[in-house]
């Protein structure tokens, strides 16, 4: 086993490969699987007890502490200090939103949501971007890619520009919000549109970065997943170090749920926390590949032992119906999740759920975090429209603490809010009134209910 503080496993039992994190791959190069960041914690002495990390509010001015993931740097602790990016990610907060609780039917008290919106480029991608650019800068990555639904390429792109590094960002055509692509654009990336879907991207992707050598940065990335871990840190922290009995959180490629799946087993293995909560995964119903496979088709994580033929099987399936996943929820339509495996593993860790709602459910749900809380991107609303499906079947209960994972910033795909008010696609729709400009007009309408 390796000798350093951090160093990159294969998640196969039957390969077990074991890397030094001086190294970049995408996937174990001796048989393909996902690669892990595994700790040798005796050489790291992380704190005896998470509130441990509440000292570092008090010294906000080293970039370090004010960073939400960084703040938290013993639980991922793989490269040194200075080659740290840090562009003051993290700063979000759990809103606990008792209006909105108390319009699903749940206990006041016990909804929260975790606005991940306000990060910098406006997606929880960031925390995952501030640790990749980390290890990309400790290896000395010049030039990197993604493939994205939207929010990878934004972050991507914003953190590249940081690094002076150079960046191309690998979009399907006519399949990415335009507050996304704007950013994209704005922050310099080369941006190629493909004519395809994110899965078509995201194999393009892969064969362009082994070719040219480039330094990936999807979620296939280990060291993103690290950096995205320390949104359930925060949650605790925003709970007064308390854990919750569930987390809601989107899924499309997987990177989230896998990586909270990681970020519990690790603080219970270190006794920072006594109970691990429940995972609850929410696909859109145009993209439920992993409903389908974990609630259909009994796929399990089996101690690492996956049954492959399953999945293979059904993208075999999806191939000769010449399927493409469509949702209103851009974000997570995706059909092939490259994650898959490691969100199985995180399933097992935390007794999870896996739930699919339809479009017309997350737009209202987006409608309601709308209307009672800070506002989200339509991906980010299938987490309401989630809970409210677990609370129906009484799988979640009302007094139970939940956190929901808002993924991206309502301004991120402003066309989706306002088709759903301006046609009044909805229950919630609240639609403009045109008037004349006219004072008595304008009063006579003011006056109507
Ligand atoms: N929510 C938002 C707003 C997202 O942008 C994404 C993924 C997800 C949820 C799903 O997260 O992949 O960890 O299950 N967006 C990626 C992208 C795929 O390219 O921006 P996941």
Redesign the pocket.
């Known amino acids: 086993m390796s000798k350093s503080q951090a160093y990159q496993k294969c998640i196969n039992p039957n390969c077990g490969a074991e890397f030094e994190c001086t190294e970049a791959f995408f996937k174990c190069p001796k048989c393909g699987d996902l690669l892990d960041i595994n700790y040798n914690w005796d050489k790291i002495n992380p704190p005896k007890k998470m509130s441990d990390f509440a000292k570092r509010w008090s010294t906000r001015n080293n970039r370090l502490d004010f960073s939400g993931v960084w703040r938290f740097r013993e639980l991922l602790n793989f490269c040194d200090d200075n080659f740290k990016v840090s562009l003051g990610e993290g700063q979000t907060l759990l809103q606990q939103n008792d209006m909105l609780a108390e319009f699903i039917g749940m206990k006041k008290g016990r909804l929260h949501l975790q606005y991940e919106g306000l990060n910098p480029s406006g997606?929880?991608?960031d925390n995952g971007m501030t640790a990749a650019f980390s290890h990309a800068k400790m290896i000395n990555a010049k030039s990197c890619a993604?493939?994205?639904?939207?929010?990878?390429?934004a972050a991507v792109a914003l953190y590249a520009a940081h690094c002076g590094m150079k960046c191309t960002v690998f979009i399907g055509s006519g399949r990415i919000a335009f507050g996304?692509l704007s950013q994209a654009m704005d922050y310099g990336a080369k941006t190629i549109q493909i004519l395809g879907d994110?899965d078509d991207c995201m194999k393009q992707v892969q064969a362009v970065c082994t070719e040219l050598g480039l330094y990936l940065l999807n979620?296939l990335n280990p060291f993103r997943l690290e950096g995205?871990k320390t949104i359930m840190y925060r949650i605790i922290e925003g709970l007064n170090w308390n854990v919750p009995d569930w987390i809601v959180?989107?899924?499309?490629?997987?990177?989230?749920?896998s990586a909270f799946g990681k970020a519990f087993a690790e603080l219970k293995q270190l006794g920072l926390i006594n109970k691990i909560p429940r995972l609850a995964i929410i696909n859109a119903s145009g993209a439920d590949t992993l409903t389908e496979l974990v609630n259909k088709r009994g796929l399990k994580w089996n101690g690492g032992k996956v049954d492959e033929k399953i999945y293979t099987d059904f993208y075999a399936e999806l191939a000769a119906k010449n399927f493409s996943p469509h949702t209103c929820a851009s974000?997570?339509e995706?059909s092939r999740?490259v994650?898959l495996k490691k969100c199985l593993r995180a399933i097992d860790v935390c007794n999870g759920v896996v739930r699919a709602v339809p479009d017309s459910a997350i737009t209202d749900a987006k409608a309601l975090i709308g209307k009672f809380g800070l506002g989200c991107?339509p991906?980010?609303a299938a987490t309401i429209a989630g809970l409210e499906v677990l609370l129906a079947e009484k799988i979640i209960a009302p007094d139970q603490t939940v956190a929901c994972v808002l993924?991206?910033h309502c301004l991120?795909d402003a066309n989706v809010t306002v088709n759903y008010h301006k046609d009044k696609a909805g229950r919630f729709s609240n639609p403009p009134v045109e008037c004349a400009n006219d004072l008595k007009q304008i009063i006579k309408l003011m006056n109507q209910n």
């Open positions: 997606s929880f991608k993604c493939a994205s639904t939207g929010n990878t390429s996304k994110f979620s995205q959180v989107p899924g499309g490629n997987l990177g989230n749920s974000a997570i995706i999740p994650n991107e991906a980010s993924t991206g991120k």
